[in-house]
């Protein structure tokens, strides 16, 4: 069994720990908030660090999940992939997009193993789509919306949150990763990106974007349609429609829907894998166990056309 150990014992940790359990060995943890690590190295009896060199200086380690601060993603990935060690790195893979390059190049390099948590794309219905023929022809045009709810209080508890420096922007790069992954997973090889990014709900509140809309160009005229905004006042589920020359699919409420010659069915239906923040994703233990099992998993080349989009909008900063 591979000896992990997760980095930054935030709010994603439980999910990383919990899948570890179950296809790895827990061997530490690390936060530089010493009682936080020492609870939970107590907790799961494995060892504690307090500072990443130490991590990737012990020759028992073979995986570091990384799971801290935006900021951190690139120096801790590079650090780690230079010792050698396998990575599970949470998204967004940089803050940077020339970081993001330097990263791929230097995983390569040392031949390592680097997963970047795009983790719906392993969502039952999301695999449905990409395992199934569903003989609806080509793609005409893909479609994603994100509205969910961030509170004044959700960024100001955090010392890293809503500021370019710290986070690299704000819906965009935090929020919106998986969905405008979604749209370019379906929507194929990417041309061309146009939008806006404004803060409309969290002025005062935050440095970054709480609201963007974009248009992808895709290979062979597909367009990809996206608004997203963290000023709702709630957390809507994801809202991803792909549109075919015989037909629809629509990926709502847990549900795939298809909409063709004027009717619904569901063709699949992942709604009742319940987890605490359901809306977040629910296959983060699924992606780490084919990770650590040798199954398919997301690499971090494929985060590339994501860090595309989110370079090209987040360049003209607000
Ligand atoms: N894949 C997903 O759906 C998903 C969902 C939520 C969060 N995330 C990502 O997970 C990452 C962490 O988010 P979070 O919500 O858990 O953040 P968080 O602020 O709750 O936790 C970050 C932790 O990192 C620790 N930390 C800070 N600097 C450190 C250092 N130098 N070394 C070790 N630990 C350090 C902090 O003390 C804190 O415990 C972010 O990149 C976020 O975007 C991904």
Redesign the pocket.
Known sequence: MKNAVV???????S?HIDAILNCANLYGV????IK?ADDISQKYKCKVFY??NDAVNDENVDTVHI????Y??FK?AKLAAEHGKDIVL???ATIDINDYYELLKIVKAKNIKCMI?L?NRYNPCVAYIKNNDLNLGNVLGVKGILTWKRTPEYYTS?N??GKWQTEGGGLLI?QAP?TLDLLAYFGGDLIEVKGTISRRVLNGVIEVEDTAEATLYFKNGVKGIFYGTTGHADNSSYDLEIVYENGVLRYIFGKLLLIKDGDIRVLCNDAHIEGE?AY??RS?NVIIANYYQDGEYPHLEDYEKTAIILDKLLKNRI
Do not use: A, M, Y
């Not at 690390?30 to 908030?33: E, L, Q, S, Y």
């Not at 799971?67 to 935006?70: G, I, R, S």
């Open positions: 980095i930054g014992l935030g709010s994603i940790s999910f690390c936060d530089v908030d936080k500072d990443i799971c801290t601060p935006h951190l993603h801790q949470e998204k967004p948590c983790q955090s890293w949150r935090n998986h923040k977040w994703g983060h």
